[in-house]
């Protein structure tokens, strides 16, 4: 078959690496405090490095290519609703949606665990607000995951191949870049 290279070696890396990071983070809390440390400066640098990379990087990384305005989210969602959305070779509106959200809400989650570490220990709205940060982050991941197999299953394509290999199918009838 042929396929068409999408997503760059670093936007992969970078994808499976917060993937590990979250989750260790993740369990780690409240158990293993230094390997939930280290964990969330490494998410925070990666999220530092995704938004470099947003602004700097190939066609298919860059922000201009998949960040839409809300109307254009919201018309995407309405036409998944009515069940006729178009495939998208990068991210489709709500899938640049997804990814925004999901870095801010890291922005969220590391600055607030950072702030409860090394400014405001000990301070219980900080806490507060990292945990509902990380809440937030794993509501988002949930669905995330739902919207990629939801994706793969109606465009009939392996999304989750797609961001292993960075390839997908090329473009055709009504697919949008």
Not at 55 to 71: D, H
Not at 106 to 123: R, V
Not at 144 to 153: D, I, K, M
């Amino acid at each position: 078959m042929v396929t068409v290279k999408v997503w760059d070696p670093l936007v992969r890396v970078f994808h499976w690496s917060l993937v590990i990071c979250f989750t260790v983070a993740w369990i780690s809390a409240d158990e293993w405090q230094d390997l939930h440390e280290v964990m969330g400066y490494m998410t925070a640098g990666l999220v530092a490095f995704r938004i470099i990379w947003g602004l700097t990087g190939p066609r298919y990384a860059r922000f201009t290519q998949f960040v839409r305005s809300p109307g254009r989210v919201f018309s995407y969602l309405q036409d998944i609703r009515k069940g006729r959305e178009t495939r998208h070779i990068g991210h489709n509106p709500a899938g640049g949606m997804m990814v925004v959200a999901l870095l801010v809400s890291l922005c969220a989650l590391t600055l607030s665990g950072w702030l409860g570490t090394d400014i405001f220990w000990g301070e219980s709205w900080v806490e507060d607000v990292h945990e509902t940060a990380g809440n937030l982050v794993l509501l988002l991941v949930v669905l995330h995951l739902a919207g990629v197999f939801w994706a793969s299953f109606k465009h009939d394509e392996n999304l989750p191949r797609a961001m292993i290999t960075g390839r997908k199918r090329p473009a055709s009838g009504t697919d949008q870049e």
